[in-house]
């Protein structure tokens, strides 16, 4: 089992400034090809940055090391926060960002395992990532390794009805080593989620099918690193975060508005939200 | 055999057995020899068989509920982690139902995932139209990376399923529900990607993939005694096509007659005419479900009502107009 300390003040110092400067790296990819996915990703840094720089045992050098954590990207279109990670972590170089979205980049729009390193699991239809990983937990539990399995999900996809049999199968098979962060932003392609199709109470819906239910401020780095490890510490059932998100979190005229759920910044764009971002660096 | 035998599917002279215990008892033997199998179904173990499976490995058999979409991602999951899983049910579930997860879990990452697929075609039988898979070899063939294996009988169905669990990426494996005839001819020995000529002749050829291959050998029979020379070749790969034996016997006869317990649109019929209409143009008439959804009935009933006979096969063979050469 993974036991994380707490974060030292310095630390959580170095992890805003790393989660900065993940998202200048976000906003510029999307610039740069002109599509991709830039309102999620921006939501979701701070919780990939608790994960990878201080939560999860990986290495770069050995992306196939067996006792490593695994991260699985369900919502596979915020693939410019995981990519910009993956090339910071030295998974690849970061000159591969350039190719992202373009033809011949191993870095597609979403993930693809077998071309990317670091990239655990194929995704990108809503709905497959829970089952993936509850697959790969299980077959973790087959062969006693104790390493854990991290899904971001969104919370527009676990509309899809996958999600709930995912649900219903790790609780079964008690995969207390997955735990699934959703990144509850309430927004999604056509709008708030609440009016697109309700998903409160979601905190009672995960635990009527038998999880462990944690919520927290998906920006404060100390809660997530917090809620991370006491989701590590819990046995007996897979665990959820409910991680409270602002979508385009970061740059102010991208916050909470849905249209920065798949625009691309233009040139003008591009520039103010890396001169705004780059005050947090 | 069954040729002109009217309603009549069963005789005293046959042996008849499923294929879907052909996949099972594979597994078990399998599964005995390498700790990496494990099986996973979707509340229908009892149909598909894989109960059987259960009772001999419990602990690596994993009973999903009925949630075939998730069963399809789950078993990509564990065949990440090493494990070579065969996720079962029945063939509608497996392409319709779970197609995304198919799709997107499974065929595009490559995973080392095999697909077990029990009651295809129209002899699934009485549970009716809903039941019965007649498309899924045309979806799983359009799938990049995908094998598609439908074998002609119980030994073919074994032989089938140990040759894909030895092949790295994902398998296809269509069987039926019914008893099916044990066809000797084919005891030749199985390779993935490789027809077998059961039946030599050099006017026509029939092409015939699963179950209705001794129906194709009766009908080959039956045109022997008219004059014409069939050849049978039986491809229990859909994908990839056999193209040297099918360049082979464009060259070497006719026309084609094709024979499939499936939609002629998009399975074996059109992936043979859609070879040779690039190489060497021959004729090619297709014996299968005609654009329609099936029925409930009795298996042998419905190969009568849906023409998938050895009769409607020598129909369509002579429609091809080809004349005795000797």
């Not at chain 1, 199968?169 to 932003?185: Q, W």
């Not at chain 2, 995973?111 to 009485?126: L, P, Q, R, S």
Request: glycine residues 10%; contains cysteine; charged residues 25%.
């Amino acid at each position: 089992m993974t036991l994380t300390t707490a974060l030292t003040i310095e630390k959580n110092t170095h992890l805003r400034s790393k989660a900065a400067q993940i998202r200048c790296s976000i906003v510029e990819m999307v610039h740069r090809a002109q599509s991709g996915h830039v309102g999620g990703s921006l939501g979701a840094a701070d919780l990939l940055v608790a994960l990878y720089y201080h939560v999860m045992r990986h290495d770069p050098g050995n992306p196939r090391w067996p006792q490593r954590d695994r991260f699985i990207l369900s919502k596979g279109h915020c693939t410019p926060v995981l990519y910009a990670i993956l090339a910071d972590c030295g998974y690849f170089p970061v000159e591969d960002l350039q190719g992202f979205r373009r033809p011949g980049s191993h870095l597609q729009g979403h993930p693809y395992q077998p071309k990317t390193p670091g990239v655990e699991a194929s995704t990108g239809t809503l709905g497959l990532g829970i089952s993936t990983g509850a697959g790969m937990a299980l077959a973790a539990k087959l062969k006693n390794e104790k390493h854990r399995y991290y899904v971001l999900c969104g919370d527009g996809e676990l509309q899809e009805g996958q999600v709930w049999e995912a649900a219903m199968f790790a609780n079964k098979y008690k995969l207390d080593n997955l735990t699934v962060i959703v990144d509850r932003n309430y927004q999604q392609t056509d709008g708030n989620s609440e009016d697109v199709m309700p998903l409160d109470p979601l905190g009672a819906k995960w635990r009527s099918f038998g999880w462990t239910v944690q919520e927290v401020d998906g920006h404060d780095m100390g809660a997530i690193v917090e809620e991370l490890d006491r989701a590590n510490r819990a046995t007996g059932a897979p665990a959820v975060i409910i991680a409270r998100t602002v979508k385009g979190k970061g740059v102010s005229f991208m916050e909470n508005d849905a249209k920065w759920h798949g625009t691309p910044p233009d040139g003008d764009e591009c520039r103010k939200a890396l001169e705004e971002l780059a005050r947090g660096i | 055999m069954a040729t002109n035998a009217g309603k009549r599917w069963r005789s005293w002279l046959v042996e008849y057995r499923e294929t879907r215990q052909g996949y099972v008892d594979a597994l078990i033997e399998l599964a005995a020899a390498d700790d990496r199998i494990v099986v996973l179904d979707c509340d229908v173990a009892k149909a598909t068989k894989t109960y059987e499976f259960e009772r001999a490995f419990p602990r690596r058999f994993f009973n999903c509920g009925v949630q075939e979409g998730n069963m399809m991602s789950v078993a990509a999951g564990m065949s990440l982690e090493g494990f070579i899983p065969f996720a079962t049910t029945f063939g509608v579930f497996a392409t319709c139902r779970a197609g995304d997860q198919v799709r997107n879990s499974i065929a595009y990452p490559k995973a080392n995932v095999k697909i077990g697929a029990t009651h295809c075609g129209v002899t699934t039988g009485g549970d009716g139209a809903s039941h019965q898979a007649n498309e899924d070899i045309a979806i799983m063939r359009s799938f990049p990376n995908m094998t598609v294996l439908a074998p002609g009988d119980y030994q073919e169905a074994k032989e089938a399923t140990i040759a894909a669990s030895r092949m790295n990426g994902p398998v296809y494996l269509r069987f039926g529900r019914d008893k099916y005839p044990v066809c000797p001819e084919l005891r030749d020995g199985f390779a993935v990607g490789r027809a077998k000529e059961i039946r030599a002749g050099n006017d026509l050829t029939i092409v015939t993939t699963g179950i209705l291959v001794t129906e194709a050998l009766a009908a080959a029979a039956s045109l022997g005694e008219r004059g014409l020379g069939a050849r049978v070749l039986h491809m229990a790969t859909v994908k990839p096509l056999d193209e040297d034996a099918l360049l082979r016997a464009a060259k070497e006869t006719r026309g084609f007659v094709t024979v499939e317990e499936h939609s002629i649109i998009g399975g074996l019929g059109e992936a043979v005419a859609g070879f040779l209409s690039a190489t060497l143009p021959r004729p090619v008439r297709r014996v299968g479900m005609r654009d329609v959804f099936g029925q409930s009935g009795r298996a042998a009933e419905l190969l009568d009502l849906y023409g998938m006979r050895a009769r409607n096969i020598v129909d369509e063979a002579l429609a091809l107009g080809i004349g005795e050469t000797h």
